[in-house]
């Protein structure tokens, strides 16, 4: 059920096989909203139904949903009977758009198998994979450029590279890590290569050129960071 109380949306559901309540997700002025449904294609017609709802509650705050792409977006998971039929005819048919009715400028809702979100990737499928290689990539390019001349470099002290490396690096592999729902093998596999090349770095503890006899473990140098 979604209601508006006047101050915006409070969506609750409850299944009584597996009771869950949902609150709204507000940011500032990021909103998201919850739907859920018993079948693929009524689950499409409440999101239908639901566009124009969202768009007069915002306005009523005079505030204006952005339809455009990588703003206002639906993440679907269709499950169960009929989801694949449905998920084809949203893709073929409809070009992963559901119209919405809106009173005076009519739009369209585009569907999306990924949103991001201040630097973040949610997929339908919850899968944490694709995020964890887009958090490895963007701290190694924040890393690599600056290995050389900062990270590994006996001309600064430990301490300082550390304090960096934290701020520069560590910043974008690990925001919200908090969050995250248990990671699969191959995603955390992702987190911690990037994660132990760094303090093998700024240890001076790589196995790059290191003989079978000398090389160090990951939790060697776990140790050695404290």
């Known amino acids: 059920t979604l209601h508006d109380h006047g101050a915006g949306f409070v969506p609750s559901f409850h299944c009584p096989d597996d009771p869950v309540t ?66 084809r005819a949203l893709v073929l048919d409809k070009d992963s758009e559901i119209a919405l009715p809106v009173p005076g400028a009519p739009t369209a809702l585009r569907i999306v198998a990924e949103y991001k979100h201040m630097g973040g990737l949610i997929n339908s499928r919850l899968c944490m994979k694709r995020e964890a290689a887009a958090r490895a990539t963007s701290a190694f390019s924040a890393f690599r450029p600056l290995r050389k001349r900062l990270f590994s470099s006996c001309r600064v002290g430990l301490q300082t590279r550390q304090s960096l490396a934290s701020s520069l690096v560590f910043t974008r592999l690990l925001y919200n890590a908090g969050t995250w729902d248990p990671l699969a093998p191959a995603a955390l596999r992702r987190i911690r290569n990037c994660y132990m090349q760094v303090l093998r770095t700024l240890h001076n503890m790589t196995n790059e050129q290191a003989q079978d006899s000398a090389r160090t473990t990951d939790a060697q140098v776990l140790e050695a960071s404290g």
Request: without cysteine.
């Open 22 to 87: 949902l609150f709204d997700d507000v940011y500032a002025d990021d909103s998201v909203l919850f739907m859920v449904s018993k079948s693929p294609d009524d689950l499409l017609d409440k999101v239908q139904a639901m566009g124009p709802l969202a768009v007069a509650v915002y306005r009523r705050h005079t505030l204006h949903l952005n339809f455009a792409r990588g703003k206002s977006e639906a993440l679907i998971a269709l499950r169960g009977r009929g989801a694949q039929a449905t998920r």
